[in-house]
């Protein structure tokens, strides 16, 4: 991990861990999820969604939602019970649960093909309150400052929503603007990462990428994660039963109970 300090989930809303997977687990999911890329579901289980299909741009960024569902090693990546216990000492939990993941494929970018805006995940989560939600990623190739690593803010999870600020709005230079219009110093940490290693952030955490100058793809696996202190709220309409994927292990394991 190249980031020298140390950085505090709940002050600075971010943090690192070390080196959490070895190099065998890293390469075996990393295959697993080109093979979901292309449209092969090892156990026959397709993703919740496709954002990215076959044919389509192959500079832009490649993200399919709730690839641990289509393969077996994804699946045992996300689920490796030193990964629960690592995300409940950082959290402080007595449990952890995996509602969602995505597969964040960025190959190298033409343009603004690979930026991803300035946003904070909560305001994606209508079904959620705003406590006991957390982000891992997991990088399963080396992420170095020419990568599009992701970026945060630090502290930024002490703030007040921010209006204009979108993760499809690949226009960085327009965003921040509005950021130096709301606060006019504003640190940015980018998350340099080994593969195999981990950065968590909370949902109420402003973070964005830019595009990938390097040859070979950025790789990472997105983990959506609750802890006990987690809220759902009942919301009619479209994300009325979202979460009802909540009580089937075989979509949302608990991986640490205390």
Same mark, same amino acid.
């Given at each position: 991990?190249?980031?020298?300090?140390?950085?505090?989930?709940?002050?600075?809303?971010?943090?690192?861990?070390?080196?959490?997977?070895?190099?065998?687990?890293?390469?075996?999911?990393?295959?697993?999820?080109?093979?979901?890329?292309?449209?092969?579901?090892?156990?026959?289980?397709?993703?919740?969604?496709?954002?990215?299909?076959?044919?389509?741009?192959?500079?832009?960024?490649?993200?399919?939602?709730?690839?641990?569902?289509?393969?077996? +090693?994804?699946?045992?990546?996300?689920?490796?019970?030193?990964?629960?216990?690592?995300?409940?000492?950082?959290?402080?939990?007595?449990?952890?649960?995996?509602?969602?993941?995505?597969?964040?494929?960025?190959?190298?970018?033409?343009?603004?093909?690979?930026? +991803?805006?300035?946003?904070?995940?909560?305001?994606?989560?209508?079904?959620?309150?705003?406590?006991?939600?957390?982000?891992?990623?997991? +990088?399963?190739?080396?992420?170095?400052?020419?990568?599009?690593?992701?970026?945060?803010i630090p502290g930024?999870?002490?703030?007040? &929503?921010?209006?204009?600020? &979108?993760?499809?709005?690949?226009?960085?230079?327009?965003?921040?603007?509005?950021?130096?219009?709301?606060?006019?110093?504003?640190?940015?940490?980018?998350?340099?990462? &080994?593969?195999?290693?981990?950065?968590?952030?909370?949902?109420?955490?402003?973070?964005?990428?830019?595009?990938?100058?390097?040859? +070979?793809?950025?790789?990472?696996?997105?983990?959506?994660?609750?802890t006990e202190s987690?809220?759902?709220?009942?919301?009619?309409?479209?994300?009325?039963?979202?979460?009802?994927?909540?009580?089937? &292990?075989?979509?949302?394991?608990?991986?640490?109970?205390?």
């Open positions: 991990m190249s980031v020298g300090t140390t950085y505090n989930l709940k002050e600075h809303g971010f943090c690192f861990l070390p080196k959490t997977f070895s190099n065998s687990a890293v390469l075996s999911a990393r295959n697993g999820l080109w093979s979901v890329i292309n449209g092969k579901y090892e156990t026959g289980v397709c993703p919740e969604t496709r954002f990215w299909n076959l044919g389509d741009d192959i500079n832009s960024i490649i993200k399919i939602d709730k690839p641990h569902l289509c393969n077996r +090693a994804v699946w045992n990546l996300v689920t490796d019970k030193q990964f629960g216990t690592c995300l409940a000492t950082v959290t402080n939990a007595k449990q952890i649960q995996i509602w969602h993941s995505q597969v964040v494929w960025k190959p190298k970018s033409k343009e603004d093909s690979g930026n +991803a805006g300035w946003h904070r995940d909560s305001q994606y989560w209508p079904f959620w309150s705003k406590k006991g939600l957390y982000t891992a990623w997991i +990088a399963l190739s080396d992420v170095c400052s020419n990568s599009g690593p992701v970026r945060f930024s999870n002490h703030w007040k &929503d921010l209006s204009g600020l &979108d993760f499809f709005d690949k226009n960085l230079l327009a965003q921040d603007k509005i950021l130096k219009q709301k606060n006019k110093k504003v640190n940015i940490v980018r998350s340099t990462l &080994d593969k195999g290693e981990v950065s968590i952030h909370s949902s109420l955490t402003y973070h964005s990428s830019e595009g990938n100058k390097e040859d +070979a793809p950025r790789v990472g696996m997105v983990v959506h994660f609750c987690a809220k759902q709220i009942k919301l009619k309409g479209e994300n009325s039963s979202y979460l009802n994927s909540l009580n089937d &292990d075989n979509v949302s394991p608990i991986i640490y109970k205390a």
